[in-house]
T-cell receptor, first 112, second 116 residues
Framework: GQQLNQSPQSMFIQEGEDVSMNCTSS?????WLWYKQDPGEGPVLLIA?????ELTSNGRLTAQFGITRKDSFLNISASIPSDVGIYFC????????????FGKGTKLSVKP | NAGVMQNPRHLVRRRGQEARLRCSPM?????VYWYRQLPEEGLKFMVY????????ESGMPKERFSAEFPKEGPSILRIQQVVRGDSAAYFC??????????????FGDGTRLSIL
C-alpha cells in the first residue's frame, strides 16, 4: 500500500531549541495533516494543509505543503517541555474516499 | 479531542471471544473512520462509514471484522473470535464532509484491546 516516510524517527530536544521533522512519499497528496499524540490518547490535529506551497502556522508550529505535493515538513520553534510526544504526518490521496495514510511518527523526548 | 467519544477505553478479551468497540462522532459529523494502531506504529485505515452505509472497507480484514453505523446510535466495530494479533489500539475519527478541503478528521482517545 501507500507509504509515508517520516523522519527522524525520534529526537531529543532541549528546552528552547527549534525542531524540524518531515514526511515524504512517492505519491502525490491533496491534503497534508499533522497530528500530535500523547500516551494513552488519540491524535490531536495541529495543522492542516490543502494547497501545494501553502505555509501555515499555529502558534510556535509551522508546516508547509511541498511544491511537488509529495512532501511536508513541520517546525516547532523554541520548544517547551509539553512539546514531548509523538508527531504524525498524514496525507490524503487525490480521489481518496477520505482514508488518511499515516507516517510512523516522530517521537520527541527531552534531553536528559 | 473529547468531541469524538469512544468506549470502552480498555477492553480485555480471551481468545475466541467477541469484541465490540463503540464510537460516537462529534456533533454534526456524519462520516466515521476506524483506524488500528500497533505499538510504535502509525495509524492504519480500516473502514469508512456514513450513516447506514459502508463507503470503503478496503483496510479491514475480510474475516471476523465488521463495522456498522446505524441511523441511530454509535458506530460499532465488531471483532469476532478474537486472536492475540488483534491486540492493538483502535481509533475512531469523524468529519463532516471528507472530500472538502477544510474538513479534517478529528480523533477519539481510542479503545485499547488486549487479548489474553
Amino acid at each position: 500500500g501507500q507509504q509515508l516516510n517520516q523522519s527522524p524517527q525520534s529526537m531529543f530536544i532541549q528546552e528552547g531549541e527549534d525542531v524540524s521533522m518531515n514526511c515524504t512519499s512517492s505519491s502525490i497528496f491533496n491534503t497534508w495533516l499533522w497530528y500530535k499524540q500523547d500516551p494513552g490518547e488519540g491524535p490531536v490535529l495541529l495543522i492542516a494543509l490543502y494547497k501545494a506551497g501553502e505555509l501555515t502556522s499555529n502558534g510556535r508550529l509551522t508546516a508547509q505543503f511541498g511544491i511537488t505535493r509529495k512532501d511536508s515538513f513541520l517546525n516547532i520553534s523554541a520548544s517547551i517541555p509539553s512539546d514531548v510526544g509523538i508527531y504524525f504526518c498524514a496525507g490524503l490521496l487525490g480521489g481518496s474516499q477520505g482514508n488518511l495514510i499515516f507516517g510512523k511518527g516522530t517521537k520527541l523526548s527531552v534531553k536528559p | 479531542n473529547a468531541g469524538v467519544m469512544q468506549n470502552p477505553r480498555h477492553l480485555v478479551r480471551r481468545r475466541g471471544q467477541e469484541a465490540r468497540l463503540r464510537c460516537s462522532p462529534m456533533k454534526g459529523h456524519s462520516h466515521v473512520y476506524w483506524y488500528r494502531q500497533l505499538p510504535e506504529e502509525g495509524l492504519k485505515f480500516m473502514v469508512y462509514l456514513q450513516k447506514e452505509n459502508i463507503i470503503d472497507e478496503s483496510g479491514m480484514p475480510k474475516e471476523r471484522f465488521s463495522a456498522e453505523f446505524p441511523k441511530e446510535g454509535p458506530s460499532i466495530l465488531r471483532i469476532q473470535q478474537v486472536v492475540r494479533g488483534d491486540s492493538a489500539a483502535y481509533f475512531c475519527a469523524s468529519s463532516t464532509r471528507p472530500r472538502q478541503a477544510d474538513q479534517p478528521q478529528h480523533f477519539g482517545d481510542g479503545t485499547r484491546l488486549s487479548i489474553l
